[in-house]
């Protein structure tokens, strides 16, 4: 059966007896129809007493190899086994969702519900990000166009447009045509949603009062001095902050099995930070007694953005990491074709295994404990899963083999208990750069401790922009590398775990309302496009509202 044919064959439970298995009371949420609510915040209490759960994977391969499901399935084992489990985790772009298969709902019998929903527009939190953000734009282009006080120049605009579809004809655009009523020409560009730093604010605001300080420290250009001009300085922070009000607000539904999952924010991982909010990870520690988050795509990218960008703002560390592989995506970073993946092949497996090794080596760098979890697929042989095992167990890291996608929260029992057992064992975090290291110190670790490459080199441009960056006092913000998610350099197709490589810095973008300075490297783009079939030639919607072709 396919995920949505699993998803409709389920009863769901009204959201409000959800919400009271964790407490909450029927003033404590908003309901968005019977199966979805908002969840009012703050809520009275200490929200640092759960264990934090975070669960990261390798690289993937474009297929996506059950990270979310794993997730799932993990936080009902847990709440089958008495552990009282809340979810954390990341909205759906629906760029992806209409582009390439990957809705983030999980699978099988492990999926998030209503998966229709959630994936598609859920409660509104990204339309209404995507008009804040494109409000913010047309603010500035009428300042531009009623005279110009703060003497912008059109030509040093940062500040974009966007839209949460993969639309790669919109990168480089020419706005302002049509005469002098129409605005004033300048050359502009649209980037995805969960690019947008507006979706990285949210997702580290600590309230309404922070998100608005944050909102108005955003840069949006420059001056004809070449000073940096802000969201502050145009006086519309309050507005901006005003189309946020109910997008702030975490988002509640539930799993399969009916254990409650905080859905909220989603930037992804290659492109900005790639972690749920700080609000939702926050609520769901005080809700359970066990937090289970994700990060997004790999341990390179999301794993080392929670643990360094996100983790100084939620102000608590994790007890364990969880790393999900496959064999498919071992074999595949064995040197494997997509077409042969499903055939036994143990000697790639093992060549392909050296990208897992580089991730636990670079998560237990934090002095977390760390798990291994084996998604398995069917087509995966007990031989390949035997050699897989015997390599991570040689390591002396505990490991599962999970079966959730099949068997839901029953088929991830044994990770339950080495995910607690780990969670109860001594957790040392260490940071892998002292606090206000400089931009270049920080990404010569990263490249070095996380992915196993030698230096980084800084286009003309990036360096020319350190020099400014040190003058604005920029310098020494936390990084947010961009980097492709399907390889440990800055290549996406060199697989396995690479060494003695550069990752080269084209440009940087300071971002100064969610407080990191991006760091663009190779091409990764932060608008795609769609593939030659997009997942939307196969989807539908019959007369009586049935959908098919959602995975
Ligand atoms: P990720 O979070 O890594 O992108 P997802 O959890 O969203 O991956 O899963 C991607 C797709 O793979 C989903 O359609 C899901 O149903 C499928 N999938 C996940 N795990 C398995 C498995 N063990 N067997 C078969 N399909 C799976």
């Known amino acids: 059966m396919s995920d949505i044919e699993i998803s409709q ?46 669960v990261t994977s390798i690289n993937p391969t474009p297929a996506g190899e059950g990270k979310s499901t794993v997730v799932v399935g993990l936080g009902d084992a847990m709440n089958r086994a008495g552990h009282k489990t809340v979810l954390a985790l990341r909205e759906p772009s ?62 040093r605009i940062v500040w974009k447009r966007v839209l949460d579809i993969n639309d790669r004809e919109l990168r480089q655009t020419v706005i302002g045509l049509g005469g002098r009523t129409s605005g004033v020409p300048r050359q502009d560009g649209f980037d995805i949603t969960v690019a947008s730093e507006l979706m990285a604010v949210l997702c580290l605001s600590e309230d309404l009062s922070d998100l608005k300080r944050r909102v108005n420290r955003i840069l949006i250009g420059y001056n004809e001095d070449k000073e940096p001009v802000t969201v502050g300085d145009l006086k519309v922070g309050g507005a901006i902050t005003l189309l946020l009000k109910d997008a702030i607000k975490p988002n509640l539904v539930q799993t399969l099995e009916h254990n409650p999952a905080i859905i909220h924010g989603g930037p992804f991982a290659n492109i900005a930070h790639g972690c749920n909010s700080v609000l939702a990870t926050q609520t769901a ?49 064995g040197g494997v074709k997509r077409a042969d993946l499903e055939t036994e092949n143990v000697a790639a497996l093992q060549t392909g295994s050296a990208n897992l090794k580089r991730h636990i080596a670079s998560m237990q760098q934090y002095g977390v404990p760390v798990v291994v979890a084996i998604n398995r697929f069917t087509s995966d042989t007990d031989a390949e899963i035997a050699a897989l095992t015997a390599n991570i ?159």
Not at 455 to 477: N, Y
């Open 9 to 54: 064959g389920t009863p769901l439970e009204p959201i409000e007896k959800i919400a009271a298995k964790v407490g909450l009371t029927p003033d404590q949420i908003e309901p968005y129809g019977h199966t979805k609510a908002k969840i009012n915040l703050p809520l009275a209490g200490d929200h640092q007493t759960g264990k934090l759960v975070l």
């Open 285 to 333: 520690l005080q809700l359970g007694d066990y937090a289970v988050t994700e990060a997004g795509f790999g341990a390179d990218l999301g794993g080392e953005k929670f643990m360094d960008i996100k983790t100084p703002v939620l102000g608590k560390t994790p007890d364990a990491v969880v790393i999900v592989a496959t064999v498919r995506a071992l074999k595949y970073n």
């Open 94 to 155: 629906m760029g992806p969702v209409m582009g390439l298969k990957g809705g983030a709902t999980g699978g099988g019998y492990a999926q998030v519900v209503p998966m229709e929903d959630i994936n598609l527009h859920f409660t509104g939190d990204f339309h209404a990000l995507t008009e804040a953000h494109d409000t913010l734009a047309a603010l500035i282009d009428n300042h531009i166009q009623q005279g110009n006080e703060l003497r912008l120049d059109p030509r």
């Open 393 to 551: 167990e040689a390591l002396n890291v505990p490991v599962a083999t999970t079966t959730v996608w099949a068997d839901g929260g029953a088929g991830a029992m044994d990770l339950a208990d080495k995910v607690v057992a780990a969670t109860q064992q001594p957790s040392h975090f260490t940071r892998l750069t002292p606090e206000h290291a400089d931009l270049v110190t920080q990404m010569t670790a990263i490249t070095q401790k996380i992915y196993g490459g030698a230096k980084v080199e800084l286009s003309t441009k990036a360096t020319r922009q350190l020099k400014t960056f040190a003058k604005h006092g920029w310098d020494k913000l936390p990084v947010c590398m961009a980097k492709t998610q399907y390889s440990l350099t800055d290549d996406a197709h060199q697989l396995g775990a690479p060494t003695d490589f550069t990752i080269h810095v084209r440009e940087f973008a300071p971002r100064l309302g969610a407080g990191f300075v991006v760091a663009l490297t190779g091409n990764v783009l932060t608008m795609p496009g769609l593939p030659k079939h997009p997942a939307a030639l196969d989807m539908d919607i019959d007369a009586d509202g049935k959908i098919t072709g959602l995975f």
